[in-house]
């Protein structure tokens, strides 16, 4: 699985990374950023919540 | 009786309830008994509000973020079917982006969002905790009964947004004076107007001074904006009111009002007491929010296009509410509803909205709470209503609730 972000489409909430620290960062204006698009398998359900929570629907999981 | 049966329609009369509805007596913490009901028969039905309008009222919390992550709905409230909590400002500016749609509402939002990332929010916790154990500290060299609200809960919030955008705390008494009246449903049209006025008079005079003078803070960002001709004075004056505002009343509210839920569920409470975990604490926070709803008018939305919700086609040009306190109480995503939790997981709560309006300050929001939560009963462990229930004034005459006093002992 792999993780897809839409930096264009986040507005910052800062969710994906109170869900999922070590996959999501956000850059100095607060725009997320991906640290890791094929996290471990352990990190699959925190990325599944940073997908569910995230207001802009700018996280995909996508098979690869 | 004949004539009736057969022409059901134009014999039924207007059924559309009102909105917003009374909440049950003694239940300050529950949504309105008639909300509940709504959603039990649809997710979507039509409500009829101030001004004799009928929207449509989202109940349901899957149709909710459905609507409130739909492009199609506007938060434009100068557009045709968009439902006013009570009769618009005359001649009153916008209140920055929260009243726009997109791509204006990105760019403006954009120029704020970088003092309200994680990690530069979580570089504040340690002044935010001194904050609170000062004001704690000043609240038990008192003795008698403490108004919370005015010791504790506003205080905070309004020391901490006061730094963030470099307004001078010592103006607050003025500032905090016009918010009130602003966010009052029951004050006319002309007072708001002329509260907003003021303080925006005052904003604005300030942003001038960071123009000439910039230091470091978030109204002096702003103000570069205007000085690179991203944004007029106007603008950058709204948006400076719109992080004052929201700065204020909604964290202080719920402070006090969750307070006040956590002193009647002393087993919740005891959970908070006993605790150093800051996973509980963070726990704690989200479903305080999930469980009491302080922005309780619903948020509001235009429709541009029809679309399709629930199986239920709402018309460009028609107007959309969506009641986040019932959504949040909603059995199909959250178990037992109006039970409350503490170690229950409720993040995907809708408190502050869903979308691309979502809360900018939530994580300032957060770090705040858990501060206030993991400090304030852990340090005054006998702390207690000092009246009846009966005699707390709740705010169901503000576009925010929450109580207006707390009187408080140890
Ligand atoms: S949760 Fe979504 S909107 Fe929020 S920072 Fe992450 S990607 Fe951006």
Known sequence: ?64 | MADILADPVSQEPDTAPEFPMPRAARCPFDPPPALKELQREAPLTRVRLWDGSEPWLVTRYAEQRAVLGDARVSADTDRPGYPTKASPDAGEGKLSFIMMDDPEHARLRRMVTAPFAIKKIEALRPAVQRIVDGLIDDMLARSGTVDLVEAFALPLPSLVICELLGVPYDDHAFFQDSTKTMVRTTATPAERGAASREVAGYLAELLGKRIADPRDDLLSSIAGRVTAGEIDHRQATEMALLLLIAGHETTANMIALGTLALLEHPDQLALLRETDDPKLVASAVEELLRYLHITHLGRRRAVTEDIEIGGQVIRAGEGVIMANEIANRDPEVFPDPDRLDLTRDARRHVAFGFGVHQCLGQPLARMELQVVYGTLYRRIPTLKLACPLEDVRFKDDAFIYGVHELPVAW
């Open chain 1, 1 to 64: 699985m792999k993780v897809e972000l839409e930096a264009d489409k986040c507005v910052a909430s800062g969710q994906c990374v109170l869900a999922a620290m070590d996959v999501f960062d956000q850059d100095d204006d607060g725009i997320a950023i991906l640290l890791e698009d094929r996290p471990a398998p352990e990190l699959l359900d925190d990325v599944k919540e940073a997908i569910a929570v995230c207001p802009a629907a700018a996280i995909r999981l996508v098979e690869q």
